[in-house]
Every structure is written in C-alpha cells, then in structure tokens.
C-alpha cells in the first residue's frame, strides 16, 4: 500500500463520527466505546453533529431538538446496559455474541435516526434483552433476532394495539369460542388502545397480521379473540416485552 492510499484511509477514532457510520464497524470494542463515553463527549458528538451539514439535520431548529433526543436515548440506553450487566441479565461480552452484536448496532442506528418514536425503540430493547439473556441458547437469540426485525419495523400505533391485544390474552379477557363481528373487535380496541379510532385499528390490524403477530380474520370478516387474538409468535412478543 502506497503513502497516497494511506492517506485516504478512514479513521476511525471515536471523535465527532456519525454513531451510525460507526455501528457498520466489525469491531464490537470499538461499539462499546460509544455508551461507555461520558455525557459530556455523546455532547461533542452532537454538536459536530449540527455542524456537519448532513442533510437530515437541515433546519436549525427541529435539528437541535432531534439531537437532544438523541443524546438523552443514547444515555438512557446507556443506564438500561449498565443495570443489566450489573443485575447478570446480560453478560459483559454480551457485543461478542452474533445477534448480541447485530441487535446492539442496529438498535444504535434507530437512536441516531429515530429517537421519537419511544414506543419502536422500547419494543426494539426488549428484544435486544431477550437475545442477549445470560442464559439464552442459541436458537433463542436467532429467534429473539427475528422479533428484533419485526420490532423495527412496526409503528407506535400497531405496537400500542398489540399491547392492547396482549393484555386482553394475559388478563382473559377474551371470547374463546364465539367469532365476533370485525368492525365490533375493532370498536372494542380502539377503546382500549385509548384514541378511540377505528380506521387506525383497521390500519394497524393489517400490519400486525402480515407481521404474524396477529391471527387473520375469519369468514364474513369475522375475529377469534382466542388468546386475544394473538399467534404464538405474538405470545411470545409480549413476553418479551413484560421482560424488559
């Protein structure tokens, strides 16, 4: 290798980078650097965040606000970490792990990208959780990753309804026999999700059933609330999500 390709090398220290840029690193040292970091350099961070120029950051105003999001997700995450090591929840090389790595760089790219929607990222840490347990089988954490890649891609309002529906299978409170009508289930969660819309509920539904989270109407367009309507896969989500 020439002086000109030395040159042209990246850096990567972990001064004023993009956590995101950093996450794609094969290194999972280098990750654990970012949350073990004091309050003060995730700072400098984001203020050479703000004068970076990058294009998501364009306006002054909302840019400050998202990046003070950021920081305070990033410390929180942080904390959770810590406590979990700590209560042997996870363990200490919890990065060196394939889905412990994935989940750990993956859940880094939603804080930098996405800090606001808290209901995804809460959803995304309880299946970081369940794929890291101290106890987990391999098979488990391949499973935990894969409730990792639904969480991702669900919204707050379809992770709200399957809470909801989640509820009404841990608590019984369900019909086990008997079909109800649609839009009658419908009307029923949205009170329980609390917005009290029935076009979202039908909005959501769908995505919860492509997901397999939910099980798919029946004839006439009928629902089973057999375990709240819940698939085993949408079960075990909301176990998971107790756990955290």
């Avoid at 209901?119 to 990792?148: C, H, P, V, W």
Wanted: aromatic content about 8%.
């Amino acid at each position: 290798m020439g002086d000109d390709d030395k040159a042209e090398a990246p850096s990567y220290v972990l001064v004023a980078r993009d956590y995101a840029d950093i996450a794609h690193l094969e290194n999972p040292g280098v990750i654990e650097r970012i949350l073990s970091s004091s309050r003060t350099e995730r700072v400098a961070y984001v203020s050479a965040l703000l004068t970076s120029g990058l294009s998501k950051y364009a306006l002054a105003g909302p840019k400050v606000a998202f990046a003070a999001m950021a920081v305070e997700a990033l410390t929180d995450f942080g904390k959770e970490i810590s406590e979990w090591i700590k209560e042997r929840r996870i363990p200490e090389d919890f990065a060196g792990r394939p889905s412990g790595y994935q989940t750990w760089v993956e859940l880094l790219q939603e804080i930098d990208s996405n800090p606001t929607d808290a209901e995804r990222l809460r959803a995304m840490k309880a299946m970081f959780l369940a794929a890291n347990k101290i106890d987990a089988t391999e098979k488990e954490g391949i499973l935990s990753y894969q409730l990792f890649q639904i969480a991702k891609s669900l919204k707050s309002g379809q992770l709200l309804l399957l809470k909801a529906c989640y509820e009404a299978f841990r608590t019984g409170n369900f019909q086990r026999n008997e079909p109800l009508l649609g839009n009658l289930w419908q009307s029923k969660m949205a009170n329980n999700v609390g917005h009290g819309l029935i076009a979202l509920v039908e909005q959501d539904e769908k995505i919860l059933v492509e997901c397999g989270l939910l099980s798919p109407r029946i004839y006439n367009g009928g629902v089973m609330e057999t375990n709240g309507r819940l698939t085993d896969l949408g079960i075990k989500f909301g176990q998971n999500l107790g756990d955290l």
